[in-house]
């Protein structure tokens, strides 16, 4: 059974982000395993509750199929996190799949993953694109964004295809 690694923010991850998400992987026979800054309980921006049992310093990448960021408020600490950048770069490393929506990209670009590389992210006011843009991505604006084994989604309504595409990569 192929595996997935599903990283939230502790307090703040957005709610629909990770049920489509979730979704999308479970209708493909993933096993998910849920990860945060630690272990415990996580609070969703509406204010849903999931239980991660991994906490991002002590991940074994090498262990999972796939591995996603997902977005929300919450998700904007992590894009200066070193144990979720260290996630980020080790899955390139190890060739995994590697996905991230909404803001969650911008962990992505601050990680120095996505140079080269097409991506998108949820963007209001400019500031994610051109922060994608400055770390050497080409910013697509699309929904779900394909480059390679990295996977970029724009926010809520992409949620299940994107978890879709990542399980079909």
Avoid: H
């Avoid at 993953?113 to 050497?136: F, I, Y």
Wanted: contains cysteine.
């Amino acid at each position: 059974m192929p595996k997935a690694l599903l990283i939230i923010a502790q307090k703040g991850y957005q709610d629909l982000e990770y049920a489509g998400t979730r979704k999308g992987l479970q209708d493909a026979s993933y096993a998910i395993t849920l990860a945060s800054t630690e272990a415990g309980e996580c609070i969703g921006k509406f204010g849903g509750k999931e239980e991660a049992t991994l906490a991002l310093r002590d991940t074994d990448v090498s262990l999972f199929d796939v591995i996603a960021f997902i977005g929300g408020p919450g998700a904007a600490a992590l894009a200066d996190n070193e144990d979720a950048k260290n996630v980020a770069r080790d899955a390139v490393r190890l060739g995994k799949i590697l996905g991230a929506i909404c803001i969650a990209p911008t962990i992505l670009a601050r990680a120095g993953v996505l140079k080269g590389k097409r991506a998108t992210v949820w963007d209001s006011e400019g500031a994610q694109a051109a922060l994608l843009e400055s770390a050497g991505a080409s910013y697509t604006g699309e929904a779900v964004t394909v480059d390679g084994k990295i996977v970029t989604g724009n926010g809520p309504a992409a949620a299940e295809e994107f978890g879709r595409v990542l399980a079909g990569l």
